[in-house]
């Protein structure tokens, strides 16, 4: 039972998440809060608990949007947001699928973007994510008048140096 | 005064405005800017909700650039800020991290340079009195609420420039160019950021509720420093309920009689020129 909770805590490296006393500062203060199935501290005592499956399953680890105000005020130094990022690391890393399938494709755009020029291009990446999503006419307007403004250009100055770019992320592949 | 530059990506693109006015206003303050050579893209969000050691190490190699020009870098985007100021965090604290991360860059980073977002270089470096004989035309009945949201200041141990749950700089600034800020509570609160792809529900619930606050503030407009929270604001509330938004750089061009403002209000969602007609500031 207790592997789970063991597994978190070292890839967290730093404050063990039990010394969270569940007085829920965190959730209070959640921007997202109210559309996760499982608060944060709750998220907390599952993986005390070792529900393992309903946790990397959970829409909630997808929804945190890493605004660090849970660790900002938690009285004994949780890092609750840096939970949620070692939670994700997890699905992604077991091939277990993201739970909100959107979100994860966003992060793959936007990395993919990087990979390929070294600086995101907005418009580029957006394409991408659009694509992979099947999501192709939300925001249309608003991109084509951001066009029309010429805020947004296809082409834009990449890195030169591309090599040590894809270097960092061959080096940092799972 | 000389400081590097890295501008990230967004102020290429979505946040251009932002870019060009601080650009305007660091040379009429007298801060000469080094772009960072040949910087790539910090990783923002994505990275570091996928992948720890990517998340660092992109930061890093920017960093690393940035150090053998040995000045100040300047990072307006507050989310390259926060990606920045956060790495600089990890390889201090964990020294098995740094030299992981040196071998994946293929070079030294100390982590030590000074990393400064441009609300904290003019308020301290240059100063608010210096900042106020700069104005040529007060900003006067302009009501702005200062809205940070959470990458300039969260964690505060890491960000470390202002107030964290009270921040005032913002406003201080905005005094200076005659503007007459309102106080609220939502300074620091978010505004969904990255999820405003791929859950467009939420963003758009957080921004209308910010907005329904600044206008119960009796604020006319909101100012911020951050191209997300921007792009947040001006694009995704309710039509009736919103309100003009400028980067804080944008609105001391404009108090300091500067070219530009006109064309980068030009590039807002959320046209800002009626309320600065009204005011007679356009």
């Not at chain 2, 990072?75 to 992981?100: D, S, T, W, Y």
């Not at chain 2, 009945?141 to 921040?167: A, I, M, Q, T, W």
Request: with cysteine; aromatic share 6%.
């Amino acid at each position: 039972m207790g592997a789970f909770l063991e597994e978190v805590n070292r890839r967290i490296d730093g404050v063990p998440i039990q010394r969270c006393y569940h007085c829920r500062k965190c959730s209070a203060g959640c921007p997202v809060a109210f559309a996760m199935e499982y608060n944060p501290n709750k998220v907390i005592k599952m993986i005390q608990m070792g529900k393992r499956a309903e946790v990397l399953g959970s829409s909630t680890i997808w929804l945190c949007a890493s605004c660090e105000t849970c660790v900002t005020r938690c009285p004994n130094d949780v890092d609750i947001a840096r939970m949620m990022d070692v939670l994700r690391e997890m699905v992604i890393e077991e091939g277990l699928g993201a739970r909100e399938k959107k979100i994860l494709k966003f992060h793959e755009a936007f990395l993919a973007g990087i990979r390929s020029g070294g600086r995101i291009n907005e418009p580029m990446m957006i394409a991408r994510y659009k694509m992979t999503t099947g999501d192709l006419f939300s925001d249309l307007k608003m991109g084509l008048d951001m066009f029309m403004k010429g805020k947004l250009s296809l082409i834009s100055p990449k890195t030169k140096d591309m090599t040590s770019v894809r270097k960092i992320f061959d080096r940092t592949k799972k | 005064m000389k400081v590097s530059y890295y501008p990230g990506c967004s102020l290429h693109a979505t946040g251009k405005e932002y870019d060009q006015s601080v650009k305007a206003v660091s040379r009429a303050l007298g801060i000469e800017l080094a772009e960072v050579n040949d910087w790539s893209c910090c990783g923002a969000s994505s990275a570091h909700m996928t992948n720890y050691r990517l998340s660092v190490a992109l930061p890093a190699r920017n960093l690393a650039s940035a150090e053998k020009a040995g000045l100040d870098v300047m990072v307006p985007c507050a989310a390259c800020f926060n990606r920045f100021k956060m790495a600089q965090h990890h390889l201090r604290e964990n020294g098995a991290l740094k030299k992981e991360i040196e071998e994946i860059i293929g070079e030294s980073c100390r982590g030590d340079l000074a990393v400064r977002n441009p609300i904290d270089v003019f308020s301290k470096d240059i100063g608010l009195e210096k900042l106020a004989e700069k104005v040529t035309r007060k900003l006067a009945g302009l009501k702005p609420v200062s809205y940070y949201g959470c990458l300039l200041l969260r964690p505060p141990e890491v960000c470390e420039f202002d107030n964290y749950e009270n921040p005032v700089l913002l406003d201080k600034i905005m005094e200076a160019m005659g503007a007459e800020p309102r106080n609220w509570s939502c300074k620091t609160d978010c505004c969904g950021g990255s999820l405003t792809l791929g859950k467009t529900d939420i963003v758009i619930r957080l921004v209308d509720k910010l907005m329904t606050m600044a206008r119960e503030a009796g604020a006319n407009c909101l100012v911020t420093a951050c191209p997300v929270c921007m792009a947040n604001l001006d694009m995704r509330p309710r039509e009736e309920i919103r309100l003009p938004v400028f980067y804080f750089t944008e609105l001391m061009a404009l108090a300091m009689g500067l070219p530009g403002p006109t064309e980068w209000f030009k590039l807002h969602n959320t046209d800002p020129a009626p309320l600065l007609k009204s005011l007679a500031l356009l």
